[in-house]
């Protein structure tokens, strides 16, 4: 493998870079795969209502079609992390954790990173009660009380599948009103099992071994502290930056990568698309990924026309 040039690598296995590969495979272009995990983030979401024709379907459940879909048409997909990217000539040399790859053409589509809270115990207790995952580790609070920070639709998510297995489920907000879809809204006000705390931040977790309890920033009942087994962290996510770096890619204030109407980037034969582009108004859905990675699949077909 380490031989095979590739006319385009995609890097990412989200809904961007799924279906940039299905596309690519309907176009006869041979391409390669290569994600840290199945899905990323979007393989997350508790329940997804919006993906047309669907009425309701896991994240897990979505992104294993789209997988499968891909695989089905031939694509090449593999797990790992790409450390570095380095163009030598026209061609560029993906180094990843397993082995390192050749290709003509990339599409960035590595979605995004989760933002931190960056505060004491955050780290330490990661895995131990800190998880960013509500999907994966839901089920682990049964009859347990935790706490989810954030006040986006993400945070309400998170808060309504823990209700399902969860004692109690705080969500803590630093505003003064959730930022959610009213259907969120709707369910969170109906669910009993959840208390809503405005205006409050976390500035510490705390425990032995395991998340014991959080210290927030003002007194409830003549207490600073509040008792949870689990702290969900769902603030949201910024686009990570260190391969834009490598290759030279421009961004913008906010870290997100200019892309035009192709999904092309200042970069020469270097393409983006997914949550971490400033494209499709920066409405960061599954359905805008999966358009912007056909898009620009296409664009590297088109690319590879003119160029034999």
């Known amino acids: 493998m380490?031989?095979?040039?590739?006319?385009?690598?995609?890097?990412?296995?989200?809904?961007?870079?799924?279906?940039?590969?299905?596309y690519s495979s309907r176009y006869k272009v041979k391409h390669l795969v290569v994600g840290k995990e199945p899905g990323g983030q979007a393989n997350e979401a508790h329940q997804i209502e919006n993906w047309p024709g669907t009425i309701s379907i896991s994240g897990f459940e979505l992104l294993q079609k789209m997988r499968q879909h891909a695989e089905k048409l031939g694509a090449e997909i593999l797990m790992d992390s790409v450390s570095s990217v380095a163009k030598e000539g026209d061609i560029f040399k993906i180094t990843a954790h397993a082995s390192q790859y050749h290709a003509k053409n990339i599409i960035l589509a590595s979605g995004m990173e989760y933002?931190?809270?960056?505060?004491?115990?955050?780290?330490?207790?990661?895995?131990?009660?800190?998880?960013?995952?509500?999907?994966?580790?839901?089920?682990?609070?049964?009859?347990?009380?935790?706490?989810?920070?954030?006040?986006?639709n993400s945070a309400g998510s998170a808060a309504l599948l823990l209700a399902q297995y969860a004692r109690k489920v705080y969500l803590i907000y630093r505003g003064e009103k959730l930022k959610v879809d009213p259907a969120y809204g709707e369910k969170i006000s109906a669910e009993g099992k959840i208390e809503i705390i405005y205006n409050t931040n976390i500035k510490e977790?705390?425990?032995?071994?395991?998340?014991?309890?959080?210290?927030?920033?003002?007194?409830?009942?003549?207490?600073?502290?509040?008792?949870?087994?689990?702290?969900?962290?769902?603030?949201?996510?910024?686009?990570?930056?260190?391969?834009?770096?490598?290759?030279?890619?421009?961004?913008?204030?906010?870290?997100?990568?200019?892309?035009?109407?192709?999904?092309?980037?200042?970069?020469?034969?270097?393409?983006?698309?997914?949550?971490?582009?400033?494209?499709?108004?920066?409405?960061?859905?599954?359905?805008?990924?999966?358009?912007?990675?056909?898009?620009?699949?296409?664009?590297?077909?088109?690319?590879?026309?003119?160029?034999?």
Do not use: H
């Open 205 to 308: 977790i705390k425990g032995d071994k395991a998340v014991e309890k959080i210290v927030l920033d003002k007194e409830r009942d003549g207490s600073g502290e509040l008792a949870v087994q689990g702290v969900f962290i769902e603030i949201g996510s910024e686009p990570g930056i260190e391969l834009t770096k490598q290759l030279g890619v421009e961004t913008d204030e906010q870290g997100y990568i200019k892309v035009d109407s192709g999904q092309s980037t200042n970069a020469l034969c270097v393409w983006a698309a997914g949550d971490a582009t400033n494209g499709s108004n920066k409405l960061r859905q599954i359905i805008t990924a999966a358009a912007e990675g056909a898009v620009a699949a296409g664009s590297v077909y088109k690319k590879l026309q003119i160029s034999t």
């Open 115 to 152: 933002r931190k809270l960056e505060i004491p115990g955050e780290t330490e207790f990661k895995g131990k009660g800190v998880s960013y995952c509500p999907t994966c580790d839901a089920a682990f609070f049964k009859d347990k009380i935790a706490a989810v920070v954030g006040g986006g």
């Open 2 to 22: 380490e031989n095979k040039i590739y006319d385009l690598m995609i890097i990412g296995s989200g809904p961007a870079g799924l279906t940039a590969s299905i």
